[in-house]
């Protein structure tokens, strides 16, 4: 841990010194880093994943459209060695509101919206090839997990079993987590923290000996980072649980291999390894939800075609067919249309049936 | 209906002015002062400026000569002064000749009985004659007159001739004492002649006011404006009236050639087609024609094409130095302007000009000065009324990145100055401060205008660019310590040494920063 927080630390200092001398050989101080933008992105075969590709920008402190960026940079590197040097984390607002102050003798601001430094932050993991959690710098936390498991956060033990009704709730950094013990087979991570609790109170984790997991909408970073350490610490399966709409799919879809944001750091957050459990276009049939359609707007039919047209889906066949069949039925249905079977048939009847059939796609 | 009304209006002031021998003059005075500009004395004191001054400068280039005009007023009472003018050039005083009643060529005054309503505004509120000093030679001595209007005759009579000392070389002095009110600000002797200075550059003027002020105006060009032609009117901006006049007192001898000798644009063939129209003998007398037949005639030509009208009759002030006059009357930071091609509005030729100052030491947060001229004549009262100040509130400013509340004029630091120029200015009244609202002459003031506006729009576009530009530039400097302080605390690195050498290749690359866009080649 120590070693960590040095090697983060020293890549910080590194990126201060490199400018110093820039501006002691009377050069332009400039900041080099890949491009961040869509077109700076690719689908790698290989790891299947978002990476991105070899397109750099140089900022220059000496152009008045750089100028800015550049203070902000070099201003957020510093707030972040400060809070490795005095071993503190900062969230992410915290940052923005370090930050905002008036640069003297102007009506300017060093940063105006959290957008901003938020942006920043993300140019410091590439610059520094570390994570921003490794920069002391926290999202919130968002997230509830539970099930057979063991851990051990900074000096606490914590058993994922009992936790009572809200499970524990996921950090940001899950970087430094031990787990002291394990014993679930497999993993669910939900779309809605409402199911996560249905399948909580159930004791569906117990019976089932799994973990339940879950964010609300988007998956956040320490999510992701949690699933991938599970996944490949313990080589056990994750099954993808989401409303059946093209969000739902971009969820998926994100999770498996990564998003454009965050394609400077898919090596850490996606999971190839992950696989759609439901709810899929067969589900609906099967499982007669037909009824409890909801009719698609306008933007779900245009998701819907730009996610079919996703290189990593485009020559999938069994995804092609699920697309086609959403666009045939032109609605969609959320996870909790099942409980109109009952309101455990979720946990009792079509998760176990789902997983034991092997009914995923992948 | 208003239009036809101010059109009998005019025809029955023209008619009045021509056949003054029908009528006692004074008595035409009394009744029409208000048409004439001398409804109250603050007005009649700028409206003899105005005769003697646009009198002087006709009269000077008509000779050719570059007019140098210089203006006095003296204030004897609360109520009486003096209005003393000036030319140096070698003419003599041909001031009380209508000579230019209804000539179609463009002209300031074109109703020939200015200086005389001044003259006879003096003599009726004063009982003072006017007094005339003529020099034309300097080896010669100066002949003195002293004119009044007989209002019987309706003649000027000389009362009083001599043979005097005048310490100028040559030139003409004429000196009015009337009744009157002294007032400055924006209808003033002192905003008249500023105006006068921008639309006529070729004119050196020079004022002393009551309070004994002594104003220059020089001049901004040598070069006289060209000398419009006269023309002959145009068939279709004839008038019934008119033309019962006009069969009247021709020499032809036929209606035929009364048509072609008397209008422009009317050949052999055109005057038959007329003729027959009208159902009148070509070879009728026009003497003759009675009042039906010549309104079937009038009806006869409105029903008939004609070529337009030539426009070489038209002396615009042109572009080049209509703005020269707006810069060295006006301090303002960036100037524009615009010659149109001439047009015609009902069988009279017209051209517009248009000139914008912008910026400098103009008030920022007032309407826009909107400043009108007619044949290079100011006008300064009835702006509401005007077609010009109709045309530039219809414009959109608000397109050309300025202020603008519904359609009033702008709001800026900017002065609009709009000239059009015509045979025949359609004025709304004889008082000739107002356009006639025709819609080609609207068209042609918006066109203008318009053309003005987006120039200014791209100068303001552009300096507004290089404004946040050098702005940012001036930011390096308050960057340069944040960045140091920054630095320091990454690398270690001594602050001073960072802020000394930042600073130093600020210094260093500020030329290249400013030329190049904010980038460092």
């Not at chain 2, 029908?22 to 001398?38: A, D, M, T």
């Not at chain 2, 600000?185 to 009551?210: C, D, M, R, W």
């Amino acid at each position: 841990m120590v070693v960590k927080l040095t090697k983060t630390k020293s890549k910080l200092q590194d990126f201060g010194k490199k400018i110093v001398k820039d501006i002691n050989h009377k050069k332009n101080p400039t900041i080099t880093l890949p491009v961040r933008s869509l077109s700076n992105v690719g689908f790698d075969k290989k790891t299947k994943t978002l990476m991105l590709k070899d397109k750099i920008a140089n900022r220059y402190f000496f152009n008045v459209a750089h100028a800015k960026k550049f203070l902000q940079t070099v201003e957020i590197a510093s707030l972040s060695k400060n809070l490795l040097d005095e071993d503190k984390h900062a969230s992410l607002r915290d940052v923005f509101y370090m930050a905002k102050r008036t640069i003297p003798g102007t009506n300017t601001n060093i940063v105006d919206e959290q957008i901003e430094s938020d942006a920043v932050i993300e140019d410091l993991e590439l610059i520094t090839d570390s994570s921003r959690e490794q920069l002391h710098i926290n999202a919130n936390k968002m997230g509830s997990v539970a099930g057979k498991v063991v851990i051990k956060d900074r000096q606490d033990t914590i058993n994922w079993a009992k936790l009572g009704s809200g499970g524990w709730s996921i950090p940001s950094n899950v970087e430094d987590i031990k787990f002291v013990k394990m014993s679930a087979k497999y993993i669910i991570y939900m779309e809605k923290a409402a199911v996560w609790e249905r399948l909580h109170e159930d004791k569906f984790w117990e019976k089932q000996n799994c973990i339940i997991m879950s964010s609300q909408g988007q998956t956040t970073r320490g999510i992701r980072r949690l699933l991938q350490r599970l996944h490949t610490e313990f080589k056990i399966p994750i099954y993808v649980l989401t409303d059946f709409d093209p969000w739902g799919f971009y969820i998926y879809s994100v999770l498996k291999f990564g998003s454009i944001s965050l394609a400077h750091m898919s090596e850490k957050v996606a999971i190839p390894g992950v696989k759609f459990l439901g709810i899929t276009a067969d589900d609906i049939e099967n499982y007669d939800l037909k009824k409890h359609l909801i009719k698609f707007k306008e933007t779900d039919v245009s998701r819907l075609s730009q996610i079919s047209k996703y290189e990593w889906f485009e020559k999938n066949k069994e995804w092609q067919r699920q697309f086609k069949m959403m666009k045939e039925l032109k609605a969609k249905a959320e996870i909790q249309a099942l409980s109109a079977r009952g309101i455990s048939f979720i946990s009792e009847k079509y998760l176990p049936e789902k997983i034991k059939n092997k009914e995923f796609l992948d | 209906m208003q239009k036809k009304l101010t059109e009998i209006k005019r025809i029955r002031a023209e008619e009045l002015a021509k056949e003054q021998r029908e009528i006692s003059v004074s008595s035409f005075f009394e009744k029409n002062r208000h048409l004439l500009g001398f409804d109250n004395p603050i007005r009649a004191l700028l409206t003899t400026v105005k005769e003697l001054v646009d009198n002087a400068a006709d009269a000077t280039e008509e000779m050719h000569i570059l007019p140098e005009i210089f203006v006095e007023i003296k204030q004897l009472s609360e109520t009486r002064f003096i209005v003393i003018e000036e030319q140096i050039p070698k003419i003599f005083a041909k001031l009380l000749y209508g000579s230019k009643f209804f000539k179609l060529k463009m002209a300031r005054g074109q109703q020939g009985i200015g200086v005389s309503a001044s003259v006879l505004y003096a003599q009726l509120t004063t009982g003072k004659p006017v007094k005339i000093i003529s020099k034309i030679d300097p080896k010669k001595p100066a002949h003195y007159y002293e004119l009044h209007i007989d209002t019987n005759k309706n003649e000027p009579e000389i009362i009083k001739e001599d043979i005097v000392e005048w310490d100028k070389s040559h030139g003409t002095r004429v000196e009015l004492e009337l009744e009157a009110k002294y007032q400055k600000g924006k209808q003033s002797v002192f905003e008249y002649l500023k105006q006068t200075a921008i639309a006529n550059p070729h004119i050196h003027l020079f004022y002393i006011s009551p309070e004994q002020e002594k104003i220059d105006f020089p001049r901004a060009t040598n070069s006289l404006p060209i000398e419009p032609k006269q023309i002959k009117p145009h068939p279709l901006g004839i008038e019934l009236g008119i033309l019962i006049r006009m069969l009247r007192e021709t020499k032809a001898r036929t209606v035929q050639s009364f048509l072609q000798i008397e209008f422009s644009r009317i050949g052999s063939t055109k005057a038959k087609e007329v003729c027959d129209k009208a159902k009148i003998p070509a070879n009728s007398k026009p003497k003759k024609i009675a009042r039906q037949e010549a309104e079937n005639l009038f009806k006869a030509i409105q029903q008939t094409k004609f070529v337009a009208p030539p426009t070489d009759c038209l002396s615009p002030i042109t572009s080049a130095l209509l703005e020269k006059g707006l810069r060295k009357e006006i301090d303002a930071e960036f100037f524009v302007s615009t010659t149109r091609p001439p047009a015609v509005y009902r069988g009279f030729p017209f051209q517009i000009e248009c000139s914008l100052a912008y910026g400098g030491n103009l008030e920022k947060e007032s309407q826009a000065r909107l400043i009108r001229f007619a044949n290079r004549v100011p006008l300064l009262y009835q702006q509401s009324a005007c077609a010009i100040t109709k045309s530039v509130a219809l414009t959109n400013w608000r397109a050309y990145g300025l202020q603008q509340s519904g359609n009033s004029l702008p709001v800026g630091p900017f002065v609009i100055v709009v000239h059009i120029a015509s045979v025949w200015v359609p004025f709304t009244s004889e008082s000739k401060e107002a356009i006639a609202h025709y819609p080609e002459i609207i068209k042609e003031i918006k066109l203008a205008v318009q053309e003005c506006g987006r120039k200014l729009a791209s100068h303001l576009r552009h300096t507004v660019r290089a404004h946040e530009q050098r702005e940012k530039i001036n930011l390096f400097e308050k960057y340069i310590p944040e960045i140091a302080s920054s630095l320091h605390n990454l690398s270690g690195e001594s602050k001073t040494l960072i802020t000394e050498n930042l600073n130093k290749m600020l210094k260093k690359n500020l030329p290249s920063l400013e030329k190049n866009g904010g980038k460092v080649d």
